[in-house]
């Protein structure tokens, strides 16, 4: 009788990135994310300014979220968040995953391999492993080998306590930059972006100026 009475926990997933432009790879890994997981919520969080990254594309903050919102618009059970865009300054994931944590709900980070690998090198990295599970999402043609981030995966839990999953999915191999590339030159984007998205990205003339 106790057991039916304990209020249950909401697994709540948090995909984070520049999503500079939103494509079909971030699409395919939400949905295994969102399966894998058995989340009851997903939150897709482009950033403002990513503490790893340098963004030196014209696309302005805004359009980023709004072309998110039109990439993730039909996924059930997902909701972009304008939270970090809000904030402003470094989009810090500590920062994020504090603000979400709450009684009643266990968060989950879905992470690439290279950040995966790279996280005790992050800011408050011990406050990251105790507000969320990590959820570590591999590429097809991975370089980094299946020993190394086992090995990476062993030394977080005994360093941090930290619970890891690996997700396990057809990654859909996208590069962003060339993407974009792609955009500027008029070539083809078939199989790459959303049609809602690239019809934005056309209305809006974005990308055309963007330097390599």
């Given at each position: 009788m106790s057991g039916a009475s304990e209020k249950r926990i909401e697994r709540i997933g948090i995909y984070g990135?520049?999503?500079n432009p939103p494509h079909l790879g971030h699409r395919a890994a939400a949905e295994a994310f969102l399966s894998q997981l058995s989340l009851d919520r997903l939150l897709v969080i482009p950033t403002f300014l990513p503490p790893h990254k340098n963004i030196l594309s014209p696309v302005s903050e805004s359009d980023r979220l709004?072309?998110?919102k039109l990439a993730f618009r039909d996924l059930e059970k997902t909701e972009v968040s304008d939270r970090e865009i809000r904030r402003g300054g470094k989009s810090y994931t500590y920062l994020t995953l504090e603000e979400l944590s709450?009684?009643?709900r266990k968060l989950f980070l879905l992470v690439g391999t290279d950040m995966?690998?790279?996280m005790n090198?992050?800011?408050y990295p011990e406050r990251i492993f105790s507000s969320a599970a990590l959820v570590c999402a591999r590429r097809e043609n991975e370089i980094h080998s299946e020993a190394e981030i086992l090995s990476k995966k062993s030394e977080y839990e005994e360093k941090y306590g930290a619970e890891i999953h690996l997700l396990r999915n057809q990654v859909i191999e996208i590069s962003s930059t060339e993407l974009r590339e792609a955009i500027?030159?008029?070539n083809r984007t078939a199989g790459m972006l959303a049609p809602q998205v690239m019809e934005y990205i056309r209305r809006?003339?974005?990308y055309e100026t963007e330097k390599q």
């Open positions: 990135g520049t999503f709004e072309m998110t709450g009684e009643g995966f690998l790279s090198e992050w800011k500027r030159s008029g809006k003339r974005l």
